[in-house]
């Protein structure tokens, strides 16, 4: 049974990290006031070009490096249209999010000529680390060794923008564009340049989760396999008011839940129904958050 939860809690991360990555760089938007529904679009394009990175260069790194390339490529036409075109932002989202899956079946099917997933042993993995102080700590070292190097960045990088957004200056000015952008531009603030940088780092941060995806996760490229990633990583930004703190730790129970729905398939137990498990406990988080902020709402009236 204590191997079981052990194993349990080492997936957890594995399965947080996609969603935790894209969610962070959704928090940049989100504090800029852009209705940033393309991560999921982001994601699937960076989870792509990992792969055909990998396999032509035989290398990960130039994986990583082409997924990033993309997802700030994909930032740059969101940012085209929502912010010098003026589109509405959801529309916009929408059509990237079209974009990537239509487009990525295509080079799929084009370049590969597979249908469904594409799978080499020339696509090369990312690496996995150790912590070397933790191989004393038996139970530590089974959750937390062994994970690819992005798992550990990730975690970092949560209580890294948790500090750039509430104790820097960049972080005060996004702020201030999300809150009035008229009065940051008073404070000699430009909101357009911040709203550009929030698209920018979060196309970034969401391809790095379709990298994760494809090349971490697992070692292969499947049509949609964001599989709806990029959502529920806009339900916890939501859920927790953008707090990067609060959105490792949702992302973390997530991954909890995911893993358990995928443990539960080995019973028998039918695909379909294990996999809406952790999309159900994220709904019913909603719930209650919106229920209590109704309830908050309504008692200071």
């Known amino acids: ?5 052990i194993s349990l809690i080492r997936d957890s991360f594995s399965s947080a990290t996609p969603i935790l990555l894209a969610a962070l760089g959704g928090t940049f938007t989100f504090y800029a006031n852009v209705f940033n529904i393309a991560m999921e679009g982001m994601m699937l394009i960076g989870a792509f070009f990992a792969v055909l990175g990998s396999y032509f260069f035989q290398s990960w790194l130039i994986g990583v490096l082409f997924a990033l390339i993309s997802g700030a490529i994909t930032a740059l036409i969101f940012s085209l249209f929502a912010l010098y075109l003026k589109t509405d932002e959801f529309l916009t989202g929408i059509g990237i999010n079209m974009l990537a899956l239509g487009g990525t079946t295509y080079l799929l099917r084009n370049i590969f000529n597979v249908k469904g997933a594409f799978i080499s042993p020339q696509i090369q993995s990312m690496p996995k680390w150790d912590i070397p102080v ?32 509430f104790h820097t200056k960049f972080g005060l000015r996004l702020r201030a564009t999300g809150e009035d952008k008229e009065t940051a531009r008073s404070l000699g603030v430009n909101p357009y340049k911040m709203k550009f940088v929030s698209i920018l780092l979060s196309g970034i941060l969401s391809s790095a989760a379709g990298t994760f995806l494809s090349l971490g996760y697992v070692t292969l490229f499947s049509e949609n396999m964001s599989n709806g990633r990029g959502w529920i990583s806009l339900a916890i930004i939501v859920l927790v008011k953008g707090r990067p703190l609060g959105i490792l730790l949702i992302s973390l129970i997530f991954g909890f839940f995911e893993s358990v729905a995928f443990s539960l398939q080995h019973y028998n137990i039918p695909s379909q129904i294990t996999s809406m498990i952790p999309y159900i406990i994220t709904l019913v988080a909603l719930f209650i958050y919106s229920f209590n902020k109704t309830k908050k709402e309504f008692a200071e009236q």
């Open 134 to 165: 933790l191989k004393r700590i038996p139970i530590l070292n089974e959750i937390l060794n062994n994970h690819p190097f992005i798992v550990y960045i990730t975690i970092i990088l949560a209580i890294l923008i948790d500090l750039i957004i």
């Open 1 to 5: 049974m204590n191997n079981i939860i």
